[in-house]
């Protein structure tokens, strides 16, 4: 049962954990303390929620959908995230005043959630890592097990997401000037239009 429950723990972990268009919009809501926690919670149940689906199973039907509709999703999914970067791109020369940047980027809580939906839900990858992988994985196990290690991998969703989103508070005194606002954009961007190129390339979009 323990071994079970780590593996699902670690292996979770090993794929969420590598920085991305979600985990970027999760570190920035964080660092700038603007519903911080429903930001944390929708992400954490998001992921939950295909693990679950994955495990239940179903993982093969959607292995097939994927495969079938791969250049589709992700054709769209670089459309996005090219058009997040450069609105973020476009935030590092839109003001010089660290409070204008704080202010321009207040959200209601639903425009925020959708954002987070979309960064989440069209992305390719988190189907193929929470529902084919941690899905084909836990077929080794049985019975108990296999919920003891979809619980494992859920547990390390809530863990990184909660982690990440409070524990980017630790940056905000860091993030009173403008410049630094101005530099992480400008990372944020980066990492858009780099993953955005990555999916435009395998989806043969370019």
Same mark, same amino acid.
């Given at each position: 049962? +323990?071994?079970?429950?780590?593996?699902?723990?670690?292996?979770?972990?090993?794929?969420?954990?590598?920085?991305?268009?979600? *985990?970027?919009?999760?570190?920035?809501? =964080?660092?700038?303390?603007?519903?911080?926690?429903? &930001?944390?919670?929708?992400?954490?149940?998001?992921?939950? #929620? %295909?693990?679950?689906?994955?495990?239940?199973?179903?993982?093969?039907?959607?292995?097939?959908?994927?495969?079938?509709?791969? *250049?589709?999703?992700? =054709? %769209?999914?670089?459309?996005?995230?090219?058009?997040?970067?450069?609105?973020?791109?476009?935030?590092?020369?839109?003001?010089?005043?660290?409070?204008? +940047?704080?202010?321009?980027?207040?959200?209601?809580?639903?425009?925020?959630?959708?954002?987070?939906?979309?960064?989440?839900? %069209?992305?390719?990858?988190?189907?193929?890592?929470?529902?084919?992988?941690?899905?084909?994985?836990?077929?080794?196990?049985?019975? @108990?097990?296999?919920?003891?290690?979809? @619980? =494992?991998?859920?547990?390390?969703? &809530?863990?990184?997401?909660?982690?990440?989103?409070?524990?980017? $508070? %630790?940056? $905000?005194?860091?993030?009173?000037?403008?410049?630094?606002?101005?530099?992480?954009?400008? #990372?944020?961007? #980066?990492?858009?239009?780099?993953?955005?190129? $990555?999916?435009?390339?395998? =989806?043969?979009?370019?």
């Amino acid at each position: 049962m +323990i071994q079970s429950f780590l593996t699902g723990f670690f292996l979770g972990l090993s794929l969420i954990i590598a920085i991305g268009s979600q *985990n970027t919009f999760v570190l920035r809501q =964080g660092i700038l303390g603007q519903h911080v926690f429903y &930001v944390a919670l929708f992400c954490a149940l998001s992921d939950a #929620l %295909l693990i679950s689906i994955g495990v239940a199973g179903i993982s093969f039907f959607f292995n097939n959908f994927i495969s079938q509709n791969s *250049n589709i999703l992700f =054709g %769209l999914s670089s459309v996005w995230l090219t058009g997040y970067g450069i609105i973020r791109l476009k935030s590092v020369f839109k003001s010089n005043k660290a409070i204008e +940047i704080e202010a321009s980027t207040l959200k209601g809580l639903f425009p925020t959630i959708s954002v987070a939906a979309v960064l989440t839900f %069209l992305n390719p990858h988190v189907y193929l890592d929470t529902m084919i992988l941690i899905g084909s994985i836990s077929q080794q196990f049985s019975g @108990f097990n296999k919920i003891i290690f979809a @619980f =494992g991998a859920c547990l390390s969703s &809530v863990i990184f997401f909660f982690s990440l989103a409070y524990g980017a $508070k %630790l940056l $905000k005194p860091l993030m009173q000037s403008p410049f630094s606002w101005k530099l992480l954009d400008s #990372l944020i961007a #980066l990492i858009m239009f780099t993953i955005a190129f $990555k999916l435009a390339s395998i =989806g043969d979009w370019i």
